[in-house]
């Protein structure tokens, strides 16, 4: 998109995005927490106490990082489709695209 004021290059502002991502991080990793002794079971049968403590890390982090992907695609499709927030590269113009 181009700036209506000096015609040159704008961008999306991330009005929402960045919270919506660390948002979905931290209910991925509680929900991951919660389920997170699945994890644990099966690194237990392959290896146990090591695999009881690597199993259940590995969990969180999946889920954390399943969450902040889900927050972050949300909060780009706000920004995109809903906020419009656009800034000038140049001038500094914000505007809201209709």
Do not use: F, Q
């Not at 997170?36 to 590995?58: D, E, H, K, R, Y």
């Not at 990082?65 to 927050?71: K, S, W």
């Not at 995109?80 to 140049?90: F, K, L, Q, S, T």
């Amino acid at each position: 998109m181009n700036c209506p004021i000096c015609g040159k290059h704008a961008t999306l502002e991330n009005n929402v995005k960045g919270v919506t991502t660390a948002a979905g991080i931290g209910a991925g990793g509680y929900l991951a927490a919660n389920s997170g002794a699945a994890g644990a079971a099966i690194g237990s049968m392959i290896l146990p106490g090591l695999g009881t403590i690597a199993g259940g890390i590995i969990g969180i982090l999946a889920g954390a990082a399943a969450g902040g992907t889900t927050g972050h695609v949300i909060g780009k499709l706000i920004d995109e489709d809903v906020i419009r927030n656009y800034c000038c590269d140049a001038c500094g113009y914000t505007w809201r695209a209709d």
